[in-house]
Structures are given as structure tokens and as C-alpha cells.
């Protein structure tokens, strides 16, 4: 079965530090997302896209965040300068189509800690 | 106020329970209803599906949605331990872009 890859699974940085996390959607899947889900809450998304286009990052921290997907396959999300406050879980997703019901295949996600 | 608001639990129960989790929203404009289960260090999965108001059922998971008090709950009949996990509603317009999550609620299944 296709699955989401995510790599690392684990990154431990201190703050100031760059960071940068790796997710490789299921084959042919069109859609990717970037969610950030802070211990206790649900996933809060980051970034969406559609193909290598992004068509919404209004809720990325654009001044520290980052996220390219240059060939509309894999994606990177990456972190400039880590603050305390960016420990979370931080997950991939990615679907078919475009639709905001299509169904969403989640990675097992990057756990960030951030000292 | 969040939008989607869920009793985060822990909810413990018996092997063989029947488990309500629920979630209470505020916007109207939500059409489009998910649970996903999440389980320790994984990313969440998609267990339902629901449009519109109703109860869809499949095997021992019952999704109910009441649109007039802007309520969804989730049943588990003849819970198993390996139902322990956490359950995440989700629900979007269908114009917006993305999905509006609840907090999740930590469910045990104890043998």
C-alpha cells in the first residue's frame, strides 16, 4: 500500500538553528500539505500545493518558514533561524485531487524539538 | 472561540464499551465532516466521511451529524483495545480551502 514518506522522524535542534524536513507524497498525488500540530491540538495547515504552485501559505510564518516543491513531487519544508515555540509535530499530507474532500493521506510526521 | 471544539478526554473505557466521542462547531458553513484516528507517533487516517447532516455507518463505526445544533458525534460499538488512539473530527465548506480540525480526544481501551 502507497504510504507518505517523511524523513527525519525525529530532528532535535537549538533555537537559532535551520532546520529542514523531507516528504515524499504517494505516486501521482497532485496535492501536497505541509500541517504543523502542536502536543494536544489538532493539525493547523501551513502550506498547500498543487502541483509545484503553492495556492495557500496564508498561515506559514514567512519570515523564519519556508517550502519549495520544485518538480511537483517531493517537498521540502524548511525552519530559519528555530524558535522555542516551533516544537510540534510537524506533518505531510497529500491527495489526489484539489478538492478540499478529497481525502488526505497523512506521513507519519517529523517530531521537532527545539531546546 | 475555536471553531471546532473537543472534549480532549482521556477517555477510558472497557473492552466491549460502546464509545461516544463529539465535537461542536460554529460555523454553519460546514457541509463536510471526518473523523480521523490518530495512534501514538503516526499521522492521523481517515476512518469517516459525512456530508450534510445524518448517521453513516460502516462495521462497528456509526458518524452521526445534527446540522441544526452543530453537533457530530462518533460511535464505536464493541470497542478493542486496538481502538486506543486518538480521534480528531474535521470539517470543512467545501469553498474553502482547508480542513478545520478539533484538538483531538485521547480514547484507552482497557482489556
Redesign the interface.
Known amino acids: 500500500e502507497a504510504e ?1 514518506a517523511q524523513s527525519p522522524r525525529y530532528k532535535i535542534t537549538e533555537k537559532s538553528q535551520a532546520v529542514a524536513f523531507w516528504c515524499d507524497p504517494i505516486s501521482g498525488h497532485a496535492t501536497l500539505y505541509w500541517y504543523r500540530q502542536i502536543l ?6 501551513l502550506v ?1 500545493f498543487q502541483d509545484e504552485s503553492v ?2 501559505d496564508s498561515q506559514l510564518p514567512k519570515d523564519r518558514f519556508s517550502a519549495e516543491r520544485l518538480k511537483g513531487v517531493d517537498s521540502t519544508l524548511k525552519i530559519q533561524p528555530a524558535e522555542l515555540g516551533d516544537s510540534a509535530m510537524y ?1 505531510c ?1 497529500s491527495s489526489l485531487g484539489s ?3 478529497d ?7 517529523t ?1 521537532l524539538t527545539v531546546l | 472561540q475555536k471553531e471546532v471544539e473537543q472534549d480532549p478526554g482521556p477517555l477510558s473505557v472497557p473492552e466491549g464499551a460502546i464509545v461516544s466521542l463529539n465535537c461542536t462547531y460554529s460555523n454553519s458553513a460546514f457541509q463536510y465532516f471526518m473523523w480521523y484516528r490518530q495512534y501514538s507517533r503516526k499521522g492521523p487516517e481517515l476512518l469517516m466521511y459525512t456530508y450534510s447532516s445524518g448517521n453513516k455507518e460502516d462495521g462497528r463505526f456509526t458518524a452521526q451529524v445534527d446540522k441544526s445544533s452543530k453537533y457530530i458525534s462518533l460511535f464505536i460499538r464493541d470497542s478493542q483495545p486496538s481502538d486506543s488512539a486518538t480521534y480528531l473530527c474535521a470539517m470543512t465548506s467545501g469553498s474553502a480551502r482547508q480542513l478545520t480540525f478539533g484538538s483531538g480526544t485521547q480514547l484507552t481501551v482497557l482489556p
Open positions: 507518505v494536544g491540538q489538532g493539525p493547523e495547515l498547500q495556492v495557500d506533518l499530507a478538492l478540499n474532500t481525502t488526505q493521506y497523512f506521513g507519519p510526521g517530531r
